[in-house]
């Protein structure tokens, strides 16, 4: 397969260094392979404790509790 990219001219010889070595059924390309694909392909996971147990400063959650109901209270027979 033929891939054509863009990139800056500095990254222009890693580039083309990722391709050739990916393209070998090589030890070296596997291990490549893996690394690009979990750095790239495989973000971590965020949970809920990840977010609000975060550093991030209290207007980054602006408006997202503050949200009107959607309809009238329901009865829960408890």
Avoid: C, Y
Avoid at 8 to 23: F, G, P, Q, Y
Avoid at 26 to 45: F, G, I, K, W, Y
Avoid at 48 to 71: I, M
């Amino acid at each position: 397969m033929r891939v054509e990219v863009q990139t800056a001219k500095k990254d222009a010889s890693l580039i083309r260094a990722l391709a050739e070595t990916l393209r070998g059924q090589t030890e070296q390309a596997d291990a490549l392979r893996s690394t690009l694909a979990n750095a790239l392909l495989h973000p971590e996971v965020k949970t809920a404790f990840d977010v609000f147990g975060s550093d991030l400063p209290d207007e980054a959650f602006a408006g997202v509790f503050d949200q009107p109901r959607q309809g009238e209270w329901r009865e829960v027979d408890l």
